[in-house]
């Protein structure tokens, strides 16, 4: 007799973590999803060995690494730096990206990438721009989702 063979259950659907930013927020950091480390501890890039903080740290020559979460997201702040993910829920087994399912895409308003340009000082190079809407879209369409993001690629 041959015994069936039984399918995984499917991950639950998880939920990503609430942007850090404000109404002065000029640059936006968009990650993918947190991993389990950074939900278990409701902390953007929480996991010990993840570079992000030392690497932010290290542009903005400040000690990133060695704050508390809060006092570098009162670092960010103060520079007009904010964090979110693309991701706000999805279904994934561990942190690895290539594991996410069932994603759902942050939703942007319909032109909010249009009026990106409008934000932007006016020397603000037009092939910059033109990359960053580029990029945008790109990974919008990395993700088989339908969202207003998406609708305007």
């Not at 069936?4 to 000029?26: F, H, M, S, Y």
């Not at 960010?76 to 829920?89: H, M, Q, T």
Request: with cysteine; net charge positive.
């Amino acid at each position: 007799m041959v015994a069936a063979v039984r399918a995984a259950p499917a991950p639950p659907l998880q939920r990503g973590l609430p942007p850090v930013l404000d109404a002065a927020t000029r640059v936006l950091i968009l990650g993918s999803f947190p991993g389990v480390a950074s939900l278990a501890a409701r902390q953007y890039y929480a996991h010990p060995r993840n570079h992000f903080w030392p690497l932010l740290g290290a542009l903005l020559d400040l000690p990133l690494a060695d704050l508390t979460y809060e006092r570098r997201l009162s670092a960010l702040r103060a520079r007009r730096i904010g964090l979110w993910d693309s991701i706000v829920r999805c279904a994934r087994a561990g942190s690895a990206d290539a594991a996410i399912r069932r994603e759902e895409l942050v939703e942007i308003a319909p032109g909010a990438i249009d009026r990106l340009q409008e934000t932007l000082p006016q020397d603000f190079p037009e092939r910059v721009y033109a990359t960053i809407r580029a990029g945008i879209h790109s990974q919008a369409q990395r993700f088989k989702h339908t969202s207003a993001l998406r609708a305007q690629a």
